[in-house]
């Protein structure tokens, strides 16, 4: 950690100083053989080849019957072809009706193309084996099991392969299916589904484990007594680290005692790949995260160093690796938006970096302020305020109307934003019209 190392407390660190400080100190997760579905949302770290074949063998995409091309050429429904059907063909079947000349067999969408047959056709082009014009569906085999055997009568030629999915025709065995690197979606969970992986090698999600301290703190559902109020920042963090790919645990509430809080946090490490606290991190003479983790944590631990940042909101803010296997620990402020905003731009990229995914940041588009009054922010801090971000419907650079003032306690506002302005250090005041830079929040950074 700190590259640049300084007396933390007397100096004021730049956002970009403490991010390059923060990502400088973590590295993307070993990788694990993981089963499927707990892969979901990884990044895979081997390159995957197909085993064999995708489909495996030629089979119909269609309800109807397999036929040989010479026996419909021609036919129409004035003078349709009369053919035996020789069998049923459902998806699974192993054992296949040989078919013939002058034979169809009925065959079902992903059934394979039985011996003898060259192409589907649908039962639509057929009388469906009743005699009475053309059919609309084949009836179910448990009521009408002599839909197999009898006559079927087609009223349309099919040229060869017509309606038959061939082998190989999605994906040819040695194929490469997925190149390491690739963040696994669901048709990319499909995918490896499909050619027969039950496990892959990925990058895991990192475990966050997040601590809220404040002995005003009480869990939601539980009445208030005088000088409480309900622990959102604990929701509000667990949230957003399990939205960033983590998978997030919200730890109870510490009250604010040092020994309480290095307890919990000493219980809380063997869980944890990165550490989360909001609050305490202050110059009150209650704010228990500093006066508990400024210090050695123990012999082998690391400390957690506390600067100020010139930002607004989420001025003060701690980071340093603890414990024996120097797990990332960010110690946020307690102002909910502060520490909201904290995550965002530190905690995020942290769990992002941490998964190997190609985007750790929110994106970045460019925004008109969408304001009756010109914005004040404060000199040589950048501010983060909260907006609503309206797209330019004709593709241009779009608007940003500010939702809620600039104070760190504005949490309904917050609920209302899907987007932080920042306005940057040098800028006091931003007219309106004018343009600015705009994180876009709930959007992966990958999708723009
Ligand atoms: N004399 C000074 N006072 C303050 C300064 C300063 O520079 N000098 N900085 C202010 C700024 S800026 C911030 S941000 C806060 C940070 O304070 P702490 O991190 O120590 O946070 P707390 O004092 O514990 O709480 C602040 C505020 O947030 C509420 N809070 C805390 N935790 C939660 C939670 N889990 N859920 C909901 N709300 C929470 C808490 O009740 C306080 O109202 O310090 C300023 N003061
Ligand atoms: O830095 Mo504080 O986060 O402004 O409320």
Redesign the pocket.
Known sequence: MSARRCDALSSTWSVDEHLADVLGAVRPLEPLELSLLDAHGCVLVEDVTVPTALPPFDNSSMDGYAVRTADVAGASEEFPAVLTVVGDVAAGSGELPEVGPGQAARIMTGAPLPPGAQAVVPVEWTDGGKGAGPAAAMAAASTDPSGAAGEVRVHRAAAEGRHVRRAGSDAAAGELALAAGTVLGPPQIGLLAAIGRGSVRVRPRPRVVVL???S??VPPGEKLGPGQ??????F?LTAAARDAGALAYRAS?VA?DADSLRDAVEEQLVRADVLVT???????A??V??EALGERLDADGGAVEFR?LAM?????QGFGLVGPDRVPLL??????V??YVSFELFVRPVIRTLMGLPSVHRPKVRARLAAEAPLTSPDGKRQFLRGRYEPSEGGGTGGVRPVGGAG??L?AALAQADALIVVPESVTEVAPGEELEVLLLGVDGSAV
Do not use: C, F, M, W
């Not at 607004?312 to 003060?316: L, M, V, W």
């Open positions: 809220s301290t404040g005003e703190l109020i309900h622990d959102s920042n604990s509000v509430a604010d909001s609050g305490g991190v202050s110059v009150g209650y704010d995260v500093k100020r607004q909101p989420g001025k003060p110690a946020l402020p307690g102002n909910p502060s520490s760190s306690h949490v």
